[in-house]
């Protein structure tokens, strides 16, 4: 035998040994996936498979590469040459290839990317006259390429009932119509977007069988990585392809399911070994990665999940630590808590910066650690993505800021001017812009006086920059009278960005309306904490100025030196570091309120929290706030349910009792709150859960403005009578103890020692705390 064989524990070798029918391989998390699909390849070559008669799929290119690389040290670089493997995207695209003449198109054919196809559907969208704030092109996009997905043709999606009157509801009764002109649009131009290299292969196999009984004859063993993320159509094809020599091997953990936003189906591999009779199924449950309590308590926790394949995951590295729990009193002290924890390590265990990572639910939680490693010094980066002040969303909001308080702005000027859209188009932006610097004048000076600037516009042109004038005037006279948190949510309104990002319902919009209400969440913090302070630049400009800095801290460009790692969990799948926080386990946030009352999304969410505990090595913290500033208001937060998931004996829970018996609260009165509780958001928009099905499109249709809610004192009579030694508990900062006092009546202020926050002089009149000793 192989001496490479050799290196497998018994579970492994089985699964690569095995390869006389269907087999299912449940790979738990840490147990060395890639080794076995990799040598298991390796093992076919020398039992005499060619190398082109072995098809394995994943769905990354850097997973492909990595196992060829593999492959090719086992059994040498020729043989690994020819193994037909890649993501589904390429080998089908080079099947189609060959085979396009079947199809109707030629073997030269293009394929957009999703730019391309976004901007075809805006055209189609343009020629049919129809209003674009309705048919929002992502959107649109977004409901075809579900219906690509589940191999929906645009006849099928025509007659298919549910579809049209889902679409009627949602008041875009013409996507059936788009669909249609999209898809013969496509074939005009020779070009397949994305899911069309999907939904053309399934048509090429299933109307030319002489076609897939070649492909069938030739791959004589089909491998498939990560088969929980496969969608029907990825499904379907595969089925196609084996059901002739049955030589199938699917490798995933229906634990690790998290990606159904994306199209994938869980039932895939929870249904597989009745798909195909006599299927093998191989548990690989050693855990190399995790201490034992780690492992031990992620297994206590997906436990809880009714559709799961049952296995029992287990370590055998050392015990390990208890997994901390810390409770903090506002997400302000969770993102102090995290970046103390992370220097104490650091200082005891001599830890680099890149062996941690701060894990979380949503995009819009990165402000809060982004700002608390930023006043530690600490340096971090946004794992496959930006930094939040860089985000686009955030500065298209900023640039408004920006040209309110200084309408000269010219950067400011140039990117709002048609956001949201005005008609206002790059054409008249040229005029405007020329017409500036043949009279040395800003854009701002040419728009307040087109004709002495001689501004070559047509008088609808002209309406519109006058409107847009007025609405930054109006908002420039207002900077002097409020603060920056009634600036910034009177902008986000009378702007249109609140009309404009909350009619598109899709996974990334939903991320875009996050991100803006934490912008908004943090200039109320901004607000408020300087109020506490005593400091009474509060104004947009004042805050401007504090974001400028951030701004600029974010475009420093520090080479390879290591980072902690900030990221969602849905980003951190296929990843691992040796300590790892997770962050924001409370009800609505994590799970998260979009879950609802669906059975179904609640066990995804516990499954998302699998994936994020089970990315530790060493350590694993999780954390929740007791308050967050969250639509308009301090809010309450209770705890995440999921936390009493796991089985408290793998558990240090937070020292008082007091937080011990919040995280025990009954569960019936847990789930009683959260149903009370209705889904808002700042904006008071509608925002429904959505559905698991493919069909499923939320549009709000009840725009209302938010309310103003101002930083305002704990109580009407603030403690005039506080001493040095007393210790208080502050809303946002927990506890701390009083090291001096100073002052007299409005001016009376405290300083204090905070656990966590470190130390802060607060303005008595405006400190929201109470005296607990």
């Not at 249609?180 to 131009?189: E, G, L, T």
């Not at 292969?201 to 990560?226: A, G, M, S, W």
Request: proline share 3%; net charge neutral.
């Amino acid at each position: 035998m192989t001496n490479y064989i050799d290196e497998l524990n018994e579970s492994q070798r089985a699964a690569v040994l095995y390869n006389e029918g269907p087999s299912l391989v449940i790979a738990g998390a840490g147990s060395g996936k890639t080794r076995v699909l990799t040598y298991k390849i390796a093992y076919l070559l020398e039992k005499g498979y060619e190398p082109w008669s072995i098809l394995a799929l994943t769905f990354t290119n850097k997973a492909a590469r990595e196992m060829k690389a593999r492959i090719a040290k086992q059994v040498g670089e020729q043989s690994a040459r020819y193994l037909w493997m890649g993501t589904f995207h390429s080998v089908f695209s080079r099947i189609l290839r060959v085979e396009a003449e079947f199809i109707g198109f030629t073997s030269n054919f293009t394929i957009y990317d999703t730019s391309d196809s976004k901007s075809l559907i805006r055209s189609i969208i343009k020629e049919m006259q129809l209003d674009e704030k309705t048919y929002k092109p992502g959107s649109v996009q977004g409901q075809i390429s579900n219906a690509k997905n589940h191999l929906v043709s645009p006849d099928a999606y025509a007659v298919n009932r549910e579809l049209t009157e889902h679409d009627n509801a949602c008041k875009m009764p013409a996507i059936r119509d788009i669909y249609r002109r999209y898809w013969d649009r496509c074939r005009q131009a020779g070009a397949m977007d994305f899911d069309d290299l999907l939904f053309y292969t399934f048509l090429l196999f299933r109307d030319h069988p002489e076609i897939l009984n070649k492909y069938q004859n030739q791959f004589k063993y089909i491998l498939v990585d990560e088969y929980q993320d496969t969608n029907f159509a990825q499904h379907s094809i595969v089925l196609q392809l084996s059901k002739l020599h049955q030589k199938v091997c699917v490798v995933g953990d229906d634990a690790q399911s998290i990606y159904s936003f994306r199209g994938a189906n869980i039932d895939n591999i929870l249904k597989f070994t009745k798909l195909y009779q006599n299927t093998q199924v191989f548990k690989l449950e050693q855990n190399y990665r995790s201490t034992q309590t780690i492992v031990r308590a992620a297994n206590s926790l997906i436990e809880k999940n009714r559709e799961q394949i049952r296995k029992e995951v287990f370590s055998e590295k050392s015990q390990g630590e208890p997994i901390g729990v810390y409770q903090a009193y506002s997400d302000t002290e969770e993102g102090d808590i995290v970046s103390n924890k992370i220097m104490e390590l650091r200082m005891s265990k001599s830890y680099s910066y890149d062996d941690f990572a701060i894990l979380y639910r949503t995009n819009a939680q990165s402000r809060i650690f982004e700002e608390a490693l930023r006043k530690r010094n600490l340096p971090y980066k946004i794992y496959g993505g930006l930094s939040f002040y860089q985000r686009k969303e955030i500065k298209d909001v900023i640039a408004y800021f920006r040209l309110v308080t200084n309408p000269n702005d010219e950067e400011a000027f140039k990117r709002i001017i048609n956001y949201p859209a005005r008609g206002i188009g790059d054409t008249t932006v040229g005029k405007i812009i020329e017409a500036a610097n043949n009279h040395s004048v800003s854009l701002w000076d040419v728009i307040c006086n087109p004709l002495q600037f001689a501004l070559n516009i047509n008088k609808g042109t002209h309406t519109k920059l006058q409107g847009f004038r007025e609405l930054i005037e109006n908002f420039s006279r207002a900077v002097s009278e409020k603060n920056a948190y009634e600036m910034a949510t009177s902008i986000v309104k009378e702007a249109g960005i609140v009309n404009e990002i909350y009619q598109d319902r899709t996974p990334e919009n939903l991320s875009r309306q996050e991100n803006i209400e934490e912008l908004v969440n943090g200039i109320h913090d901004f607000c408020a904490m300087r109020e506490e302070e005593g400091n009474a630049n509060i104004a947009l400009p004042d805050f401007l100025s504090e974001v400028s800095l951030l701004s600029d801290q974010d475009t420093d460009k520090s080479g390879d030196e290591a980072k902690i790692t900030l990221m969602t969990i849905h980003s951190a799948k296929g990843l691992e570091f040796r300590n790892v926080f997770v962050v924001g386990l409370e009800e609505n946030l994590f799970p998260s309120s979009m879950a609802g009352d669906s059975p179904r999304a609640m066990e995804e969410e516990r499954r998302l929290f699998y994936v994020a505990i089970t990315r530790a090595e060493d350590h694993c913290f999780l954390s929740f706030a007791k308050s967050r500033f969250r639509y308009g208001k301090m809010e309450f937060a209770n705890p995440s349910r999921f936390l009493r998931d796991i089985d408290p004996s793998f558990l240090k829970l937070p020292n008082d009792s007091v937080s011990s018996r919040h995280i025990d609260e009954s569960p019936s009165r847990f789930r009683r709150e959260q149903n009370d509780r209705p889904t808002r958001s700042l904006f008071n928009t509608e925002r429904e859960a959505p559905k698991t099905t493919f069909t499923k499109v939320t549009i709000p249709r009840n725009l209302t403005k938010m309310e103003n809610a101002q930083p305002k004192p704990a109580s009407s009579e603030p403690i005039t009578d506080l001493q040095s030694g007393q210790h208080i508990e502050h809303e946002r900062f927990g506890i701390g103890e009083v090291l001096k006092v100073e002052g007299s009546g409005e001016n009376l202020k405290a300083t204090v020692k905070f656990r966590n926050a470190g130390e802060k002089q607060l303005l008595l009149k405006f400190a929201r705390f109470k005296v607990i000793s």
